[in-house]
Every structure is written in C-alpha cells, then in structure tokens.
C-alpha cells in the first residue's frame, strides 16, 4: 500500500486521539457525566436560584486564609479550558471563594497559582478586596486540582502534504503530477518554573475529604500532551 495513502488514513485518527485525551479533566475534580454545572456568571446573578447546585471554576489564589477546620480560598475567576485547566489572562469577570476541608498549606497554594475547584454553590458572601467590598459567589469544594507553573512558547509552521490527485479542486498542481496540499504543524516549547516551597508539591489533588497528594508525574506529562493537541492560546 502506498506511504502517502497510509499516511493520510491515519492522520485523522492520531488527531481525534489526541483530542479525546485532551477532554479528559484530572479525577479529583471530575463529577458524573448527567450532572448539570452551573456558570460563574449565572451564579453571579441568581444566586439563591443555584444554591445548592454543582459548579467546576478555576482561577488564580488571590488569597488563602486558615480557619480551624477549613481553608478559605479567593481566587481570580478565568474560563476552563477543556481538560479544565483555567485559562489566565490580563482581564477576569470576576472573583469567587471556596472552602475546602482540612488544611492547606499556604507556602503551597500560593497566590498567583491555578486551581481548579468542583464543589456545590452556597451563595454569596461579601468580602474585602483592599478597602472595596465584594460580593463572592462561593462554593463548597468536593474536589480540586493545584496545576504546575509552566511557560508556554507557540510557533506555527506551514508545510506541505504532497497528495496523488491531478488539478483544480484537488489543491496546488506540484511537480511530476503531484498537488500539494497546505497543512498545519504546531510546535510548543513548555519550560516549568523552578519553586523553592519548603517542600510543597506541584500538581496536587484533592478529593471529598479534601487531602492532597502528589501526582507531579501525572501532571506533567498529560499538561504537555494536552497542549499540544489544543490550540487556545
């Protein structure tokens, strides 16, 4: 059988593969497939109408404070992407709080790192953001995921797949009875971020009972497979 055609068999099924992993949101904060999330923003605007129903949020930790059951956590709210890692970037809509059972420790959960929370909305709760009062829409977490610290680098290439068909339609006439068809190659260079934490672990995971664990290997290498088989920014 010829290369080019094996070739081109083949290619649509790598790329469904790499889009079906990409779906796939860590353990901790996956919820039954039936169950219905409730938007940041519908939250936001109806919350006693949602109290009580299932939301997956992420975002940045503007703060974290220690209660002596619980830890209480404000972060900046951004979009998932779709295996649920928040995407940050200069602007958010808003923020929100969680509280998540047991401790965390603050020199891990630091500000400025990505988290992903699922958990059951309990309404609003007015805060202070610097001397402005703020109005959180809140949750109570059953799970969450601290992602690593990564650099991300994106350069597009074009290349050129060499196919067996003759003239218009069939893409650009090349040499020798040869057309040519235009196709994308993505390249993605990730350098992690070096932490001195006193020992605090890079992507960890909490289930209901709110415990963490270290799943460092897990993490880096579905982040790296899952982002170069998405192309948000």
Same mark, same amino acid.
């Given at each position: 059988? +010829?290369?080019?055609?094996?070739?081109?068999?083949?290619?649509?099924?790598?790329?469904?593969?790499?889009?079906?992993?990409?779906?796939?949101?860590?353990?901790?904060?996956?919820?039954?497939? #039936?169950? %219905?999330?409730?938007?940041?923003?519908?939250?936001?605007? &109806? %919350?006693?109408?949602?109290? #009580?129903?299932?939301?997956?949020?992420?975002?940045?930790?503007?703060?974290?404070? +220690?209660?002596?059951?619980?830890?209480?956590? #404000?972060?900046?709210?951004?979009?998932?992407?779709?295996?649920?890692?928040?995407? !940050?970037?200069? &602007?958010?809509?808003?923020?929100?709080?969680?509280?998540?059972?047991?401790?965390?420790?603050?020199?891990?959960?630091?500000?400025?790192?990505? !988290? *992903?929370?699922?958990?059951?909305?309990?309404?609003?709760?007015?805060?202070? !953001?610097?001397? /402005?009062?703020? $109005?959180?829409? *809140?949750?109570?977490? *059953?799970?969450? @995921?601290?992602?690593? #610290?990564?650099?991300?680098?994106?350069?597009? *290439?074009?290349?050129?797949?060499?196919?067996?068909?003759?003239? @218009? %339609?069939?893409?650009?006439?090349?040499?020798?009875?040869?057309? /040519?068809?235009?196709?994308?190659?993505? /390249?993605?260079?990730?350098?992690? =971020?070096?932490? =001195?934490?006193?020992?605090?672990? $890079?992507?960890?995971?909490?289930?209901?009972?709110?415990? =963490?664990?270290?799943?460092?290997?897990?993490?880096?290498?579905?982040?790296? =497979?899952?982002?170069?088989? +998405?192309? &948000? %920014?």
């Amino acid at each position: 059988m +010829n290369c080019s055609l094996i070739k081109r068999n083949l290619l649509p099924l790598i790329v469904m593969l790499l889009m079906a992993g990409c779906a796939s949101v860590p353990e901790s904060v996956q919820l039954p497939e #039936d169950t %219905p999330l409730v938007p940041y923003q519908q939250a936001a605007a &109806e %919350p006693d109408v949602q109290k #009580d129903k299932m939301a997956r949020w992420g975002g940045v930790i503007a703060n974290i404070e +220690n209660k002596q059951d619980k830890t209480q956590l #404000d972060l900046v709210f951004y979009p998932l992407r779709g295996y649920g890692r928040p995407i !940050v970037g200069k &602007e958010s809509i808003g923020r929100f709080r969680v509280y998540v059972k047991g401790f965390l420790d603050p020199m891990v959960y630091k500000k400025g790192r990505s !988290v *992903t929370f699922a958990g059951k909305i309990k309404g609003i709760e007015e805060g202070l !953001v610097g001397e /402005h009062v703020y $109005q959180y829409p *809140t949750l109570e977490a *059953t799970g969450y @995921y601290l992602w690593e #610290d990564i650099d991300r680098i994106e350069i597009e *290439t074009i290349s050129v797949w060499p196919h067996f068909r003759y003239g @218009y %339609p069939y893409g650009y006439r090349g040499i020798y009875g040869w057309n /040519h068809w235009p196709f994308y190659q993505r /390249h993605v260079v990730v350098r992690k =971020h070096q932490h =001195h934490n006193n020992g605090g672990n $890079q992507g960890d995971s909490g289930a209901i009972n709110g415990n =963490h664990s270290n799943n460092r290997s897990n993490d880096r290498g579905n982040d790296w =497979h899952k982002q170069r088989g +998405n192309r &948000e %920014p």
